[in-house]
């Protein structure tokens, strides 16, 4: 089934701010054929985004930031986190909501120079992908660019965003133990660090600066 299996009955925008909040009132086929009764649902709109992992070839080490996230204080609220061990402060690839008339590409390339001083050199898509569809619109395309590592360092973000962020190198065989003992604890850095994981050797052919 596709988008024209789905009725949309009624629309309206239920909260205006940072985000938008809007509510469907939808028909759809069934599996087994005919139309299901109008449900309603809520849809969150916050724009979409693109996400980059940094890689230098050369010095094989990857480039994080850390960052204070209102949504991982509000899930320490929840039984499965621990506030004595776990935190708000996230440890993140680049990323940012693309602007419009900006494309994911030239999204991604300012992120990096605003989150970490870093210049991307090349880029490779990863993936594109919802974030969480049940509840959600936004889309995020994920990247793998490589970086002169030596260029990221200190405290970056606009501080009229009220950005507050940490940059640091890591080697890749750190970052792979990292991934291992679930220091890597959001989606968007799991996606990478298992795809890296798989494409890692190849990377580091295709983009070092002795082919090795």
Not at 2 to 23: P, S
Request: proline share 3%.
């Amino acid at each position: 089934m596709d988008a024209n299996d789905v009725e949309v009955v009624a629309r309206k925008t239920l909260y205006q701010g940072y985000f938008r909040l809007d509510q469907y009132i939808f028909r759809h086929k069934l599996f087994e054929g005919g139309w299901g009764e109008a449900i309603s649902r809520e849809v969150l709109e916050r724009g979409h985004a693109a996400c980059c992992l940094l890689f230098d070839p050369d010095l094989d080490e990857l480039v994080f930031i850390e960052q204070f996230r209102p949504g991982a204080y509000a899930a320490l609220q929840s039984p499965w986190y621990d506030r004595e061990k776990d935190s708000p402060w996230q440890i993140e690839v680049v990323a940012g909501v693309i602007d419009e008339n900006e494309t994911p590409e030239d999204l991604v390339r300012r992120e990096a120079m605003e989150e970490s001083g870093c210049q991307v050199h090349e880029l490779e898509l990863i993936s594109q992908y919802l974030v969480t569809s049940g509840c959600s619109s936004e889309t995020q395309m994920l990247y793998c660019g490589r970086v002169d590592a030596r260029t990221a360092s200190g405290i970056h973000g606009l501080a009229h965003e009220g950005e507050n962020i940490r940059v640091f190198r890591t080697p890749t065989a750190e970052a792979f133990k990292m991934l291992a003992d679930g220091t890597f604890n959001n989606a968007t850095v799991l996606l990478a660090m298992y795809w890296f994981q798989q494409n890692h050797p190849r990377l580091r052919r295709q983009w070092s600066s002795d082919g090795k």
